[in-house]
């Protein structure tokens, strides 16, 4: 087949797969193949069982694979045929140097600019798709533009804004498509081409161009914003958890002021995920270096905040339980950092689990999508962690029940058969208030959720 562009994406994970996937399915004329080094990966994508857990992704990718659709690890032979390349590897944040625990890690990123410009034997458009620091575009500019072969890069920034388990419903009808590049008449084409991708299914009025780094920092900007409005609502919840108001009253009295909203502020254990942490301490990082103490300071409590709502919960349990885990077997409900993805990255039940653990509770833990990557984050526990799929299986002899993540399935079990099979007096804290509380405590559980008068027998 002749296909008109040739797209290529390196790194297939959580943003490369399902982009390039939605890019593939929309536009037949286009061959896009996604390349990793990981070829367990590749394997998986090639595979019926797909390496993520994405509600409608399966089918997107089973219409397209095999016909306009690749997955490989053949790096260099993309590179060499690509006219388009994305660049969507792992940017996690700097655990080593200068920089440590705040800037992004940027060692993928540049292993990949540099295998660019070693294969490459024609000009090509690079799309920053990972998140970036901001001026990392120039960055790769500089790398990409040693070239001595008459072979020209032109590099542009169009940040994901898709967010894990409703990553196909955000892509087929994204908010905006955002694509920044340099106002030179390089610059300008490249976008134009981007901007021709996304207008096969995008309408124009979606479709926004910026500079290259104003786009770079409205990524950074837009998941700082998210995540300090869970910080603002989890922040409330402690207080409301002192006056005995309600954060679900509060919040939906405060979201029904159109200029506030109402999406993004149930309050929970606290926000995961791979983005939010990273992109606000990147954020914290750049405003320090341009010496904006205060604006890092800012940002940075955004994160502390959190860190206070995860630690807020386990010292609650702790204290309701007569002030000893010890021993107690405690199932937790949910691992994956929020509900419909198995993605456990930064999941606030890594680090409530491993609290418990520090306090010598015994874990059972419970997830319908993410019991491998837990038995993974959690590797040197064992054995006093254990993993079951079955919530039921996790419950049976348990003094407690924490819910992490606020899967459906949680809401509707037969909880007066779990409550037969726990230990008395049993509990239940329930981390994203999803389920119904008076109704636990007629069963007879003492009932702890976030931000709301707990019930109790006790
Ligand atoms: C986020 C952004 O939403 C997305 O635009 C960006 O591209 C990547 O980062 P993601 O991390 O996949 O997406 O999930 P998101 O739905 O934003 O949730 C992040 C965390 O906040 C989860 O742990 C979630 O449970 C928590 N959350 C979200 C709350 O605690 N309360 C809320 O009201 C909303
Ligand atoms: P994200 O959530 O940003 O998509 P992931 O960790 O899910 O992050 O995916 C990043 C992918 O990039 C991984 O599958 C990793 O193996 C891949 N990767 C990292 N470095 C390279 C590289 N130099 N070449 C190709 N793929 C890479």
């Known amino acids: 087949m002749n296909y008109s562009k040739h797209i290529l994406c390196i790194g297939a994970g ?34 019926d069982d797909l390496p993520i857990y994405e509600p409608g992704l399966d089918d997107i990718v089973r219409s397209a694979r095999g016909k306009n659709l690749f997955f490989s690890t053949d790096i260099e032979t993309g590179i060499r045929e690509a006219d388009i390349i994305f660049v969507s590897v792992n940017t996690p944040t700097k655990s080593f140097g200068v920089g440590a625990g705040m800037a992004a890690d940027l060692q993928y990123w540049e292993k990949t600019a540099r295998q660019i410009l070693n294969v490459s034997t024609t000009s090509k458009i690079i799309v920053e798709k990972s998140t970036l620091p901001v001026k990392t575009a120039k960055a790769m500019e ?82 700082a914003f998210l995540a300090q409005r869970i910080s603002s609502i989890n922040a409330i919840s402690s207080l409301c958890e002192k006056t005995d108001a309600d954060i679900t009253q509060v919040a939906r009295a405060v979201g029904m002021d159109t200029r506030i909203g109402n999406r993004f502020l149930n309050a929970s254990v606290g926000f ?131 819910l992490m993540t606020e899967w459906d399935d949680y809401r509707y079990l037969d909880y007066e058969s779990i409550h037969r099979s726990m230990i008395k007096p049993a509990f239940i804290f329930d981390g994203r208030n999803v389920l119904d509380h008076r109704r636990l405590f007629e069963i007879g559980f003492n009932v702890y959720p976030v931000g709301k008068p707990v019930l109790t027998h006790l």
């Open 14 to 47: 959580y943003v490369g797969g399902p982009t390039m996937a939605m890019i593939a399915y929309k536009c037949p004329r286009y061959r896009v193949t996604v390349v990793d080094i990981n070829p367990a990966r590749i394997l998986q994508w090639q595979s």
């Open 142 to 223: 500089r790398i990409l533009s040693s070239t001595t072969n008459g072979v020209h890069f032109e590099v542009v920034s169009n940040p994901e804004f898709l967010a894990e388990g409703s990553a196909v419903r955000d892509l087929e009808n994204p908010d905006r498509v955002l694509i920044g590049s340099r106002q030179t008449p390089g610059g300008l084409s490249a976008r134009d081409e981007l901007v021709e991708i996304y207008a096969n299914w995008v309408p124009p009025d979606k479709i926004l161009t910026v500079d290259i780094w104003s786009s770079e920092l409205s990524k950074l900007v837009a998941n």
């Open 272 to 402: 995961g995920g791979s983005c939010f942490k990273k992109d606000i301490l990147n954020l914290v990082y750049i405003c320090r270096y341009y010496g904006l103490n205060e604006v890092a300071d800012y940002w940075e409590h955004v994160t502390r905040i959190n860190d206070f709502q995860k630690e807020r919960f386990v010292t609650n349990m702790l204290n309701v339980m007569f002030n000893t885990l010890a021993g107690k077997r405690i199932a937790m409900f949910g691992f994956a950092f929020k509900a419909d993805t198995g993605d456990t990255r930064e999941s606030p039940a890594i680090y409530i689990a491993k609290r418990l653990l520090e306090e010598q509770a015994e874990l059972v833990i419970s997830d319908p999508r993410a019991i491998d990557n837990a038995r993974d984050d959690l590797k040197d526990y064992l054995p006093r962690v254990s993993f079951t799929p079955d919530p039921y299986v996790a419950a049976a002899k348990s003094h407690a029940i924490a």
